[in-house]
C-alpha cells in the first residue's frame, strides 16, 4: 500500500522545514483538534478563544506576514499548514485564515505603524481575534456594490451599514470593516465594543457548523480619523486580502479531500461485502485511484503556486486557476467517497459528509466557482464577461 503522497514523490518536492512544520501542525491537529471536531459540527460551535492562543504559540496567525510577532514563513509553508488544517475541518483552516490572511494582512498591507504596534502582536499570540467585514447581504460576488458607508464628522468618521457571513465575527476583538466613502471605497478598524456596532452569531448552518458566523450591523458607528487603514484606497485593498485567502484555500481544500479519501481506503479494506473486501472490487479501485489522481494533480499545483508566490511571481488569474480546481476536485472526492461508505457515510462517525458540507461553502466563498471561470476566462480572451 502507498499513500498519495507517497504515489506522487511529493516529500520529495519538500524542504526540511516545510516537512516538519507540515507534521507539526498535523499532529496538533490530530491530538488536539480531531478528538472533538465531530462534537463541535453537530453542536454548532467551535472554541476560538480557546483554541487562539494555541494556535498563535505554534506560530500559525499570520504566520506569512513578517514581523510584529509574526513567524514570517514562506507561502508554501503557509499553505502546507492550510492543508494540514482543513485535514481535520475547513472550520478550523477558516479561523487562522480569516486571522490571518485577510484581518492581520490588512493591517500589514495597508495600517499604520501605530495600528500595526497596537493589533499585529495580539493577533499573532491570538491574545486577540480578528474579523473582516466585506461581503455584504446583497453583495457577496459584487463587492463594488456595498450599501455600507462612511461619512467625514468633523475629524470622525461615522460608518452605517451591514456585513454578512463574517468569519470570528461575534468573537472577534477588532473588525477590519469596508465601507464607501464620498470617494472611495476604504478600511476602517472597529474595535469590539463601539457604540452601535454590533455582531450576532449566524445559526442553522448545515456548513462550517464548527466556525463561527456573524453579521455585523454598524449604526452611526463613531470612529476616530486614526481608525482608517491609511494606505487602503479603492476596491483593490479588500481584492489583495481575499487574493491571500484564496491562496490558503488552494492547499486547505486539498487537505479534506486527502482525509476523505485516507478514511474510505481504511473503511473499503476493512468492510466485507460478498465475503470479500470492498476494496477488493473493481469498481471500488476505479474510484479510489480517479480521486488519487486528481488529489495528486491537485497538490502538485498548489506546490507549483506556492513556488510562484515565494518567488513573487504568482499573478491573480493563477490563484483563481488554483482556488477552482482544488475546491471543485475536493467537493467531487468527498461526494465520491461517501458513496463508498453507503449509509455509514452519512454520519459523524466518518468525516466524508461533514467534509463535504463544509466543501459546499469552501467552493464558493472567497470568490464562486463561476467568479474565478469568468477570471481565467478574461485571462485566456481578454474579454470581460462579468457584466
Not at 52 to 63: F, I, T
Not at 265 to 294: C, H, S
Not at 314 to 343: D, F, H, M, W, Y
Request: with cysteine; hydrophobic share 40%.
Amino acid at each position: 500500500m502507498v499513500t498519495v503522497d507517497e504515489l506522487f514523490a511529493l516529500d520529495t518536492l519538500l524542504s526540511d522545514t516545510e516537512r516538519q512544520i507540515r507534521e507539526t501542525v498535523r499532529r496538533f491537529g490530530e491530538q488536539r483538534l480531531r478528538p472533538h471536531v465531530a462534537d463541535w459540527f453537530e453542536r454548532g460551535t467551535f472554541p476560538a478563544r480557546e483554541l487562539a492562543p494555541e494556535l498563535g504559540e505554534l506560530g500559525l496567525l499570520g504566520m506569512h506576514l513578517d514581523g510584529y510577532g509574526c513567524a514570517g514563513t514562506t507561502a508554501t509553508e503557509y499553505g502546507l499548514a492550510c492543508l494540514e488544517l482543513e485535514a481535520v475541518d475547513s472550520g478550523v483552516r477558516s479561523m487562522v485564515s480569516v486571522q490571518g490572511s485577510l484581518a492581520m494582512t490588512a493591517i500589514h498591507k495597508y495600517g499604520s505603524e501605530e495600528q500595526k504596534q497596537q493589533w499585529l502582536p495580539e493577533l499573532a499570540a491570538g491574545r486577540a481575534i480578528g474579523c473582516f467585514g466585506l461581503t455584504e447581504p446583497d453583495f457577496g460576488s459584487n463587492p463594488g456594490g456595498m450599501r455600507t458607508r462612511a461619512r467625514r464628522d468633523g475629524t470622525d468618521w461615522v460608518l452605517d451599514g451591514s456585513k454578512m457571513w463574517i468569519t470570528n465575527g461575534s468573537v472577534a476583538d477588532v473588525a477590519v470593516v469596508w465601507a464607501r466613502t464620498d470617494e472611495r471605497i476604504r478600511g476602517f478598524l472597529v474595535p469590539a465594543g463601539t457604540p452601535g456596532f454590533t455582531a450576532r452569531e449566524m445559526r442553522h448552518k448545515l456548513s462550517l457548523r464548527a466556525s463561527i458566523t456573524a453579521e455585523l450591523d454598524l449604526d452611526g458607528v463613531r470612529l476616530p480619523g486614526d481608525a482608517v487603514l491609511p494606505e487602503a484606497h479603492g476596491l483593490a485593498g479588500p481584492l489583495a486580502c481575499l487574493s491571500e485567502a484564496r491562496f490558503g484555500i488552494v492547499f486547505g481544500a486539498l487537505g479534506a479531500a486527502r482525509d476523505c479519501l485516507s478514511a474510505t481506503i481504511d473503511y473499503a479494506r476493512a468492510r466485507e461485502v460478498f465475503d470479500k473486501p470492498l476494496a477488493a472490487y473493481q469498481l471500488t479501485q476505479a474510484k479510489l485511484a480517479d480521486m488519487a489522481v486528481e488529489l495528486g494533480k491537485g497538490t502538485l499545483l498548489a506546490l507549483h503556486l506556492g513556488r510562484l508566490k515565494d518567488r513573487g511571481e504568482l499573478r491573480p488569474e493563477q490563484v483563481s486557476a488554483g482556488k477552482l480546481n482544488s475546491t471543485r476536485e475536493a467537493l467531487a472526492v468527498a461526494r465520491e467517497c461517501r458513496t463508498i461508505l453507503g449509509a455509514n457515510g452519512i454520519t459523524l462517525d466518518y468525516p466524508v459528509l461533514r467534509h463535504a458540507n463544509n466543501l459546499e461553502s469552501v467552493l464558493t466563498y472567497e470568490g464562486t466557482a463561476e467568479v474565478h471561470q469568468l477570471v481565467l476566462g478574461e485571462a485566456l480572451t481578454g474579454a470581460k464577461a462579468f457584466r
